[in-house]
């Protein structure tokens, strides 16, 4: 399909080293591709968003962090995929004001972390990273002293989205009751019970597994009250965000014995990448497992994450369609025209314009395309609470003359066109 933008001078830039299917996608489409296998900051993004002309699409994951003045520094921006469920690193509220669409993909990974989840409760349980550790150091200790089944013991979740529930039915198929906790009343799975309150479910619960989003009312979710509050001996997982755990606090509760062990994925403060420093309270204490925030990182999960968001960018640089978006109106597009429309239809020009959502602009619209006799084909609005996304299908001739009249428009924060 002939576009507004040639596709050629389409620039993608793909940091942290999203899987490699995203630029062959890209590049299949035409679009020309940079990548990096680390994380960029500050200056070094804003440069980097603005070389040659300057970047319309980036993709990241977890480790960049989309600043309000980066976005400010990057004009030809037009949207941001983040290769990963959260979007906490991208402040979306500027990006809406400015009209960059930011896409993740919230599904994709979440049988991968379930089945990190799993294995680390059972880990636990039969304490083989310790036992690992003794034999790495020519150590038989064959001993069942603290080693114990998991069947029959109860499961505490907190958070029972995605995650959570799978982890719900896994834990269930091994013989483990499933108690849980989320501030949204949900179904329950199978034979899972929800627990009116956290405290509830600290007391019922052999092992707790964290499953929530980093908000403000997750930082610090599990301190030294809720740690005392949990079984003597129990165990803990964090699989979600670093945040939401007081690691001194935990530390504490597994050298006075209170916790048995615990599984953390995820840290207040993590290195940038590979070759810096990790460093945490946690190290060297007996039957904890750390990890370097790999719960989603799985080939499986990163090739999903990546064919989902590439999809979701390229509908919306291609067609307009903003489903997926976490920060702007979502808009469903139909295709713009098929081989089997007739030539006028062919000859369509679709014309995607965000604007302030103010009273008055719809009539604006509406009236700049009446004083160019223009008929408008088809028409699709939505608006979220501050922003408007209005999609124009006219004929070929008027697509110019609307478009330059739009951009005139007090309250128009971007527009562009596909022919």
């Known amino acids: ?67 309000s003045e980066v976005l400010a520094a990057s004009p030809r921006l037009w949207g941001v995929g983040a290769f990963c469920i959260g979007v906490n690193q991208i ?67 907190v958070g029972y989205g995605h995650i959570g529930s799978q982890v719900s039915v896994l834990a269930e198929a091994m013989g483990m009751r499933v108690v849980f906790y989320d501030i949204i009343s949900k179904l329950p799975l199978g034979n899972a019970r929800p627990c009116r309150s956290l405290d509830e479910l600290l007391k019922a619960s052999d092992v707790v597994s964290l499953h929530v989003p980093e908000t403000p009312g997750t930082v610090g979710l599990i301190g030294t009250k809720q740690l005392k509050a949990m079984r003597r ?45 990790f460093a945490s309270e946690l190290q060297g204490l007996p039957n904890v497992i750390l990890t370097p925030h790999v719960g989603g990182s799985t080939e499986e999960a990163q090739r999903n994450i990546a064919q989902d968001v590439v999809e979701k960018l390229l509908k919306f640089m291609n067609n307009g369609s903003t489903t997926g978006s976490v920060n702007l109106p979502n808009v469903e597009l139909p295709e713009q025209s098929s081989p089997d429309a007739d030539a006028a239809t062919r000859r369509r020009h679709r014309i995607l314009h965000l604007h302030r959502n103010v009273p008055g602009v719809m009539s604006k619209i509406n009236g700049i395309c009446a004083e160019l006799g223009v008929n408008i084909h088809a028409q699709y609005l939505q608006t979220n609470k501050d922003v408007g996304y209005v999609v124009l299908d006219v004929q070929e001739q008027h697509g110019k003359r609307i478009l330059a009249g739009l951009k005139d428009l007090a309250e128009t924060i971007r527009v562009r066109a596909l022919y």
């Open 1 to 67: 399909m002939k576009t507004s933008f040639p596709k050629e001078k389409i620039r993608v830039l793909l940091l942290e080293g999203v899987h490699p299917v995203a630029k062959e996608v890209f590049a299949s489409e035409g679009f020309s591709v940079t990548t990096f296998d680390k994380a960029l900051e500050g200056n070094a993004l804003r440069k980097a968003l603005s070389d040659d002309g300057g970047v319309h699409l980036l993709g990241i994951r977890s480790k960049t962090t989309v600043t």
């Open 91 to 157: 402040d979306c509220d500027a990006a809406r004001r400015a009209g960059v669409a930011v896409f993740n993909s919230p599904f994709s990974n979440t049988r991968s972390v379930a089945e990190l989840t799993i294995a680390e409760i059972i880990a636990l349980y039969r304490r083989l990273l310790d036992q690992s550790s003794k034999m790495h150091k020519g150590e038989w200790d064959k001993s069942a002293a603290g080693a114990h089944e998991v069947r029959g013991l109860t499961l505490g979740l």
């Open 233 to 277: 001996g129990a165990m803990l997982i964090n699989n979600a965000r670093g945040t939401v755990v007081d690691v001194g606090a935990l530390a504490a509760a597994i050298k006075d014995g209170h916790l048995s062990g615990a599984a953390l994925d995820v840290f207040p403060h993590e290195p940038a990448g590979k070759g810096e420093k």
